[in-house]
RNA sequence: GCCGUUGUGGUGGAAUUGGUAGACACGCCAGGCUUAGAACCUGGUGGGGCGACCCGUGGGGGUUCGAGUCCCUCCAACGGCACCA
């Protein structure tokens, strides 16, 4: 008889009743926890801060304050970190897993008009009530750096980050961002020239022709820096959206040209606006992406956003007109094949270019486009169209004339607007030109393997046009491309393209260049729900930046904060904060009057660097104390970042290129904000559409036979995205209600991967529900209250089954793989089942390895198995290590691949003596009778597999 | 079209990373408790065969003593970008 300690309930809990009461425990360890402070984390510098322990930022993506509240998707992620923040402080780490609001932007403010309630109210309610959602989670939070970026007191430091950018320009020559101040150096000791925006040092060709600096006026010279900053203004072509009376970025626009939040109408026009210079980061944002452990798809997403690619710039001379045209090519090695030039129908020098003669044909083709292009931005299936100016191009190498044309699949924003057409290998080139009849060149000849394989021979596949979209081929060799000191022939299309711009850059008709897709960033809205810009506008167009000791410019308050929405699309949009009072939009100093930037940031300002201020975010002095900023971000930044991909590119891209200044103007001691990114699923559900295409509450749906019925009626059930509006939302307070907080997060975690979008499914919840049902009986007797707990340790198949779990258990926490790790735990409790005491390693065990995933139970148990300290300050690596001493393992012997027997063997067993082993058990003899072993397979820990003849 | 990801029972998903395929859970079936239902508990559940056994990880081929896992090829699904020269 194995002698059994039997606890009674402890004094504190009293009144709790012998059966699982999981709302009473919950809220008992809820409430320990808060007393406690049990996750304050401590700072470098604060009293009782153990600076030997290795340092663990985990962040989630912060949400968006709505005034829906969270469905059971949203803490998905929340609980996935979670897990690992409490995970990694039982190995022993100082965590930082803070929480806080992106409370600016569009829908807070749209929904603050549709309740006619200030932003700052509601956005404060939302706050709370969101809060008060997420602790019923059991989230284990630091509260106290939470933070909104709707604070003035934090808005203060985005306003700080954004006059860095202002006062800052990229350095070519160094690659990175220096100051305004370090420029003035270099262009009074004129080691740059500058013109037109353009920035040369002496080692450039251009160097030479630019004026001096101190030869410019002096408004030409703040001009001219204005121009370089990493914050300016320029007149861009803009989606503006009179009906939101704001200007929009790219991806709030939809394919239809309609905006996303109300659908109004979106016109492209050129409107003076705040940018951002990201794209002289574009190199950088590539290359660093090799630093960090992001999801590929991710890496592959921001590459294709910034779009690199290699080519050459070259320029065509106009025939019987003064000027050039200047294209952009990947391919220069093709340049033989170019038999016409195609420009956008937006491109600047069109007037110049088209003829008397041609001028209606090009004004009709005009019209049409214009028109096409308010109705669709969807290129999808449209048939190329063209009119040609009546124009020629002198071709550089052969001097023949090539027509110009206009082209709608020219886009005026990539390259130069304009390229040369080589429509023998370039399927587009070779729609248009097949449609309007213009001739083809094959300058490239796909390899001997193709042609064979297409039954094609050399002369027919130059000379027929009909195959030559079909054949174009990149890895081909050059053919037809011979001129005056060049000859391509026969090289292959890499060797090509490198001799082809060698000759070019000779002959001055060339450069290579590098293009990208990547755009600056527009960041100026005419909304009201946004920061300020720490701004000035002088006299004359001077800008200056206000003081740091007057930061933050605080929104100003108005009693009308709506948009100006207008009829006329030519009108100029009206900010809202023109709205204000005058005392608050004129500014004097020094004698000198200013009128305030009336444009707001755009939404994801607060976001680009939200996880710097987590780490400090009280300090006064600073965005954050370097000292501090150094110990939470040590080598990789934040360790772990979880949110949704559809921040892959905007928020990610946009958040680096801050981190990145701030790294170059030593604010930051890492390259890369986010060492490791990680994508949560979503959680989908089905909803439910009647004939009429209404929603019908997904909860009344019953399901009989094949068909899906709401009131006696059929409805059709489709799988998407959780919502208020599909009626198919369910809150985490009513599953938490119904099954406790440690079952909604076991469940959640048990769906699937956490990386994967997963189905909700409320009736598989009970599973779950009944392993933490039965864990409670194991431990607990329901009669008397008594912790079923033995002092004796297990033995044999649960000691076997004990190790198994701890060392896969171990593992799947690591990789994240929470549901592998939990389908252990509820096997080695259904091996409790028939036991009458848990045994007291297993119950350990079991309680440390279960506690980050489900807390609360495991706190109430291990408080009543009378355990010392409290399990959230218990070690696991100590934990783990005693429990895995072992002597005895048992392994799998197989017979030519196929299982015969289990032999357990001596954990120190030699090599020998364990074949030995494996050949003498009779389960294997039996096997082995007549036959010759060729060889014996020992796997380590694992198996023995003899391998047989005969 | 380009890039990326993934294919395992009725379902969600495991498989010690090349070693007993289907753990664990839902569902389903049988039984218990109950006046009855809900809830709860116990057992069974890939396919075929009375059986020892045989067949099974999208299809085909390969490497290996051994393949869900590695290689080649085809097919299918999902996601992102998309007239980017």
């Given at each position: 008889m194995p002698s059994v300690a039997s606890f009674s309930a402890l004094s504190y809990i009293g009144a709790m009743k012998a059966s699982y009461d999981f709302l009473a425990i919950e809220k008992k360890w809820r409430e320990y926890w808060n007393q406690h402070r049990c996750f304050k984390t401590l700072n470098p510098g604060d009293p009782g801060f153990d600076a030997s322990k290795p340092k663990y930022y985990v962040l989630d993506m912060f949400p968006y304050p709505s005034g829906k509240g969270l469905h059971v998707g949203h803490p998905l992620g929340y609980i996935a970190t979670d897990i690992v923040a409490r995970y990694k402080r039982m190995l022993g780490f100082n965590v930082l897993h803070p929480m806080g609001f992106d409370a600016f932007g569009l829908p807070a403010e749209q929904y603050a008009i549709e309740t006619g309630t200030h932003p700052e109210v509601t956005t404060q309610k939302n706050i709370e009530n969101m809060?008060?959602?997420?602790?019923?989670?059991?989230?284990?939070?630091?509260?106290?750096?939470?933070?909104?970026?709707?604070?003035?007191?934090?808005?203060?430091?985005?306003?700080?980050?954004?006059?860095?950018?202002?006062?800052?320009?990229?350095?070519?020559?160094?690659?990175k961002a220096l100051s305004i101040s370090q420029l003035r150096k270099f262009l009074r000791n004129d080691e740059y020239r500058v013109s037109d925006g353009q920035l040369c040092s002496d080692r450039e060709a251009a160097f030479s022709e630019l004026p001096l600096f101190s030869s410019l006026r002096l408004e030409q010279q703040e001009e001219e820096i204005n121009r370089q900053r990493l914050a300016y203004i320029d007149a861009v072509n803009v989606n503006w959206c009179p009906g939101l009376g704001t200007v929009l970025a790219n991806e709030e626009v939809t394919v239809d040209g309609r905006s996303e939040r109300g659908n109004f109408p979106v016109f492209q026009r050129p409107l003076q606006q705040w940018m951002l210079r990201i794209t002289t980061y574009a190199d950088r944002l590539i290359k660093d992406l090799d630093l960090v452990e992001w999801p590929e798809a991710v890496k592959q997403m921001q590459k294709n956003w910034i779009g690199r690619s290699e080519g050459a710039s070259l320029s065509f001379p106009l025939y019987e007109i003064k000027g050039e045209l200047e294209v952009y090519t990947t391919r220069p090695d093709t340049l033989y094949g170019a038999t016409f030039m195609a420009v956008s129908p937006e491109h600047p020098m069109l007037s110049t270019m088209v003829t008397s003669e041609q001028k209606p044909h090009v004004d009709a083709f005009m019209k049409r486009y214009q028109k096409q292009k308010a109705v669709s931005k969807d290129p999808t299936n449209k048939e190329k169209e063209g009119v040609w100016t009546g124009a020629y191009c002198i071709h550089p190498l052969t001097q023949k004339k090539i027509p110009v044309w206009i082209?709608?699949?020219?886009?005026?924003?990539?390259?130069?607007?304009?390229?040369?057409?080589?429509?023998?290998?370039?399927?587009?080139?070779?729609?248009?030109?097949?449609?309007?009849?213009?001739?083809?060149?094959?300058?490239?000849?796909?390899?001997?393997?193709?042609?064979?394989?297409?039954?094609?021979?050399?002369?027919?596949?130059?000379?027929?046009?009909?195959?030559?979209?079909?054949?174009?081929?990149?890895?081909?060799h050059a053919c037809h491309s011979q001129g005056s000191g060049i000859d391509l022939d026969g090289q292959p299309t890499n060797e090509a393209k490198k001799n082809m711009i060698a000759y070019l850059e000779a002959q001055g008709l060339g450069i290579s260049k590098v293009s990208y897709k990547l755009r600056d960033w527009l960041f100026s809205r005419q909304r009201y729900w946004g920061e300020p810009f720490p701004i000035l506008h002088g006299a004359h167009g001077k800008l200056r930046a206000v003081d740091e000791a007057d930061l933050p410019v605080t929104l100003p308050p108005l009693k009308d904060f709506r948009p100006q929405v207008l009829e006329d699309q030519n009108q100029d949009p009206v900010p809202s904060l023109g709205k204000a009072e005058e005392s608050w939009k004129r500014v004097e100093i020094e004698d000198q009057r200013y009128?305030?930037?009336?444009?707001?940031?755009?939404?994801?300002?607060?976001?680009?660097?939200?996880?710097?201020?987590?780490?400090?975010?009280?300090?006064?002095?600073?965005?954050?104390?370097?000292?501090?900023?150094?110990?939470?971000?040590?080598?990789?930044?934040?360790?772990?970042?979880?949110?949704?991909?559809?921040?892959?590119?905007?928020?990610?891209?946009?958040?680096?290129?801050?981190?990145?200044?701030?790294?170059?103007?030593?604010?930051?001691?890492?390259?890369?904000?986010?060492?490791?990114?990680?994508?949560?699923?979503?959680?989908?559900?089905?909803?439910?559409?009647?004939?009429?295409?209404?929603?019908?509450?997904?909860?009344?749906?019953?399901?009989?036979?094949?068909?899906?019925?709401?009131?006696?009626k059929s409805v059709q059930r489709q799988l998407g995205k959780m919502g208020k509006s599909l009626k198919n939302s369910i809150a985490p307070d009513e599953v938490i209600e119904k099954y406790g907080c440690d079952t909604f997060r076991l469940y959640e975690m048990y769906l699937g991967p956490v990386e994967q979008s997963k189905v909700w499914d409320t009736e598989a919840i009970v599973g779950i529900h009944r392993f933490l049902?039965?864990?409670?009986?194991?431990?607990?007797?329901?009669?008397?209250?008594?912790?079923?707990?033995?002092?004796?340790?297990?033995?044999?198949?649960?000691?076997?089954?004990?190790?198994?779990?701890?060392?896969?258990?171990?593992?799947?926490?690591?990789?994240?793989?929470y549901n592998a790790a939990i389908a252990q735990l509820i096997s080695l409790n259904n091996l409790l089942v028939e036991q009458s005491h848990v045994p007291s390693d297993i119950a350990r065990a079991m309680l440390l390895m279960l506690s980050p995933m489900a807390p609360h139970i495991c706190e109430e148990l291990w408080a009543r198995m009378g355990q010392a300290k409290s399990l959230h300050d218990e070690a696991w690596p100590k934990a783990r290590e005693e429990f895995l001493k072992s002597d005895v393992m048992e392994l799998v012997v197989q017979v030519n691949g196929k299982r015969r027997a289990n032999i357990e063997v001596a954990a120190d067993a030699k090599k020998e003596e364990i074949e030995k082993l494996a050949c003498e058990h009779e389960a294997v003899k039996k096997h082995l009778a007549d036959k010759n072993i060729a060889k014996v397979i020992y796997v380590p820990g694992r198996l023995v597999n003899i391998v047989v003849k005969g």
């Open positions: 809060i008060s959602q997420l602790k019923a989670c059991g989230l284990s939070y630091d509260w106290d750096r939470m933070i909104s970026t709707t604070e003035p007191e934090y808005y203060r430091w985005t306003q700080w980050i954004f006059l860095q950018l202002f006062e800052s320009y990229f350095d070519p020559k160094k690659q082209s709608d699949y020219v886009l005026m924003g990539y390259g130069t607007g304009a390229i040369m057409a080589v429509p023998a290998h370039d399927q587009r080139d070779f729609e248009f030109a097949k449609k309007y009849n213009i001739p083809m060149q094959t300058v490239v000849m796909p390899p001997q393997e193709w042609l064979a394989q297409h039954r094609i021979d050399k002369e027919s596949y130059v000379a027929s046009p009909e195959t030559l979209s079909e054949a174009f081929v990149e890895y081909g009128q305030r930037e009336l444009n707001t940031m755009p939404q994801w300002a607060g976001s680009c660097w939200y996880y710097l201020r987590f780490m400090d975010p009280h300090n006064q002095e600073s965005f954050v104390s370097s000292e501090i900023e150094k110990y939470w971000m040590g080598e990789n930044g934040v360790d772990l970042y979880v949110g949704g991909v559809e921040h892959a590119v905007l928020h990610l891209l946009y958040a680096r290129f801050w981190h990145k200044v701030l790294y170059d103007l030593g604010k930051v001691s890492t390259k890369e904000p986010f060492g490791k990114l990680f994508n949560q699923g979503y959680i989908q559900a089905y909803s439910y559409q009647d004939e009429r295409g209404m929603y019908v509450p997904a909860d009344e749906v019953e399901h009989q036979a094949a068909e899906f019925m709401f009131e006696g049902g039965r864990l409670w009986r194991n431990f607990v007797d329901s009669e008397s209250g008594d912790i079923l707990v033995s002092v004796e340790e297990s033995t044999g198949k649960l000691k076997t089954a004990l190790h198994h779990t701890i060392k896969t258990v171990t593992e799947y926490m690591d990789q994240m793989r």
